[in-house]
């Protein structure tokens, strides 16, 4: 077995470790009991933000077109995990999974799959409002946004683009073609925007969307992510209960990042993902596929996977099958973010994927 250091995190390319003491079963178990049934998956590295959290104004080194997954590789693997690996949710990520423009193509590729897997979005809702129709044709279930903020003018400093009015037209869009629940994302920031929790979560309230909070993770190209910055999920909560009733809800969380809240005794609620302050790495399920082929077990791992190039040197599917099983047989017990001596991964998370 070979690595490959190009910038980025080490990628094995050579056949992977034999899994020691693997059980022999098709899905993609780890050696912790975990078995990854959710696949994340990136469909471009590129975005049309420039949210100052993410990456610099001027952006980043996109990858090359011939590095990406074309459609039918991107489609090839999908039902790999699908048909093999016994995967039964796709979230499909970028960067903008919106700039990806045969993004329906492998959507419906996806959707028409036996058994049908659950698929969902994320995106920052720009041109959202122009394709919502066409997502939910389709196969599209439900749809996340990203929004930190409903001031325009916090907007346009945060993202350096003046587009909100943009992503509130694709939130009302999504709404109305039935991509239900419409999930909003925030990212609350001390000194930015943590003054905003309870007006979002008026906002959603009364725009019927569910909002997710969600602490703020060391994932930004220039590794200046910095904890006391960070609005932990205590202080989110403490914030909304100045104004809302919250009381937890009955629902079992099972793998589901967010932690979920009864607003004013439902049936509206709010949940917070709190992967820093309260890592729930012991329940993960989650696989990952970066747009350009590499699978990660973990999205603070170190180490990738390399399925591309493999695929285009013709192994079959199983074999790409037997190299995703081992790759998650090796996933860590946990995220490391709170141990001593933990490194941020090589790739920014607009090049691994939310």
């Known amino acids: 077995m070979t690595a490959v250091h190009l910038g980025m995190p080490s990628i094995t390319t050579g056949p992977p470790a034999g899994p020691a003491g693997r059980p022999d079963t098709p899905v993609l178990l780890d050696s912790y009991g975990r078995i990854a049934t959710d696949l994340r998956v990136s469909v471009t590295d590129r975005c049309n933000l420039r949210c100052t959290y993410c990456m610099p104004a001027e952006g980043l080194n996109w990858l090359a077109k011939s590095a990406l997954l074309d459609t039918g590789e991107l489609i090839r693997l999908i039902e790999i995990a699908v048909l093999k690996l016994g995967v039964t949710e796709l979230r499909f990520t970028g960067g903008e999974p919106l700039l990806r423009k045969d993004l329906e193509e492998v959507l419906a590729a996806s959707a028409a799959l036996s058994p049908r897997p659950l698929l969902s979005l994320t995106t920052n809702g720009i041109g959202l ?159 990952r596929l970066t747009a350009d082929g590499q699978l990660r077990s973990c999205l603070f791992g170190q180490d990738e996977t390399d399925l591309r190039g493999p695929m285009r040197a013709g192994a079959t599917d199983e074999q790409l099958a037997e190299r995703w099983r081992a790759a998650m047989w090796a996933k860590p017990a946990g995220h490391g973010i709170n141990e001593v001596g933990f490194a941020q991964p090589a790739r920014p998370m607009s090049a691994i994927g939310g």
């Not at 346009?156 to 683009?161: K, M, N, P």
């Not at 909304?240 to 979920?260: C, D, I, M, Q």
């Not at 509206?268 to 696989?287: E, L």
């Open 129 to 287: 409002e122009r394709r919502a129709e066409a997502l939910a044709a389709a196969g599209v279930d439900r749809v996340n946004v990203s929004l930190d903020t409903i001031q325009r003018d916090r907007y346009a400093e945060l993202t350096r683009r003046d587009r909100l009015p943009d992503v509130l037209a694709g939130l009302r869009a999504a709404r109305a073609a039935g991509l239900a629940p419409v999930k909003v994302n925030a990212v609350l920031m001390r000194g930015v925007n943590e003054d905003e929790a309870v007006p979002l979560l008026e906002f959603c309230l009364d725009g019927g969307y569910e909002l997710r909070f969600i602490e703020q993770m060391p994932l930004d190209p220039q590794h200046g992510w910095d904890r006391a910055e960070m609005v932990s999920g205590p202080e989110i909560l403490a914030a909304l209960r100045t104004k809302f009733t919250l009381t937890p809800h009955t629902a079992e969380r099972g793998a589901a990042p967010a932690e979920r809240w009864q607003v004013d005794g439902g049936p509206a609620t709010v949940g917070v993902i709190a992967s820093v302050s309260q890592p729930f790495c012991s329940a993960c399920d989650r696989t």
